[in-house]
């Protein structure tokens, strides 16, 4: 027979994995009687979980919705397919992909050694089509989640447009996806401001098991601030751009956040920027709309490019 503690937790996996169950059924599966199912099912709902009895033949316990979500308790197998599906989320734009980053790092910090090795294994094992955007190293983005959850100091290695290295030491806050990256705001405890760090750059440095007090920064201020640093940061040619469409309109097919400023309620101007003008003249044609380029001559020779080789690609092709 179980002891109590095993056996609770053997009686809530069980409740889990199946809509309900008769007091028979658990007493078989628990080599206990059905008296003691029925003190194990008090004893479990003293610890919050809220457990339903339904009287009869076709009675029995189920575990039921409550008003916080109870911890699970999952097997091998279950566990190493959460963890594999968290690391694709993360990946994905689907709008969780920093909720299933923290889930992931709460989860593999409890992975016992040989389920991480089966993790590990699986994602070695796949091939990804390959994309344009930079690859996503998990392991990367799980130790600075797990940072920033634990509120630990983060020492990393950071490698700079230019190309040189230098070691870093921070507290870090929050992470923001924008496109195919991922940037980390954090307090850089050299330079006593904040910055922002792209995590493809960053090589994180063992753990330094030094805690930190978060410093304020309004939540919904994170993004506009990161956004902020990385345009004036990152790009190496800006525009600005009259858009003849609505700005709720385009904010809605922008894959990225940008200043877009109404000018009327069919036109708009949107300030932006890129490396590359020529990819940024094609990107924005697939806003399928007319576009005016009022300042940014990089961008404007780009679109003039990009009609020329459109023209050729057209050939002697006849329109009607």
Known sequence: MLETSARLLELLSLLQVRHVWTSAELADRLGVSTRTVRSDVGKLRSLGYPVDARPGVAGGYRLA???????????D????????????????????????LTALAKLEQVLPSRLRRR???VREATSVVA???PPLDLAVLGAVAAAIRGHERLRFGYTKPGGSEEARLTEPQRLVTWGPYWYLLAWDLHRDDWRVFRVDRMIPHAPTGARFRPRAIPEDKVVEYVVGRVSRGAWKYRARVLVHAPAAQVATRLVVPVDIEPVDDSTCCVELGADDPDGLALWLTQLDVDLEVLDGDELAAAFDRLATRFRRAAGGATTR
């Open 119 to 121: 993790v590990e294994a």
């Open 131 to 133: 994309r344009v955007d």
């Open 65 to 75: 919705a409550g008003t916080a979500m109870p911890p699970l308790l999952l097997d």
């Open 77 to 100: 197998d279950e566990a190493v397919a959460v963890a594999v599906a968290l690391g694709v989320v993360a990946t994905r734009r689907i709008g969780v992909e920093e909720t299933s």
